[in-house]
């Protein structure tokens, strides 16, 4: 845990070589450095493919959160690897992304 707000999941391979990155807990202005710190160390293992940040566990994302989401998609478009976001369709996470109008720039699948 980050802080008692964020876990940081490992990074685990799922079918059809793609790499899985989750969280769960609160994405604010104090969480959303590791947040984006994890991705970029995500980022930073794969040599091309598919990273998903799953979200589905988290309770709040505050637009720092969405800033560091955007900057790991950067990261990852700069590799070659194209990274998706899974969200509760009902969660917190999704209705702040829908809200930003994130759902495509992000690809938000519900999750």
């Not at 707000?5 to 391979?13: I, N, P, Q, S, Y």
């Not at 998903?52 to 720092?64: M, N, R």
């Amino acid at each position: 845990m980050v802080g008692e707000l964020l876990d940081v999941k490992a990074l685990r391979e799922v079918d059809g070589g793609g790499h899985v990155l989750g969280f769960a807990g609160e994405v604010d202005l104090s969480t959303a450095p590791a947040l984006e710190k994890a991705i970029v160390a995500a980022v930073g293992e794969l040599s091309g493919g598919r990273l998903v940040v799953d979200l589905t566990e988290v309770t709040f994302l505050a637009s720092a959160g969405m800033s560091a989401l955007i900057a790991g998609r950067e990261k990852a478009a700069a590799k070659n690897i194209e990274l998706a976001v899974t969200a509760a369709q009902s969660g917190a996470a999704y209705r702040s992304l829908e809200i930003a109008g994130l759902i495509d720039v992000l690809s938000v699948r519900a999750g």
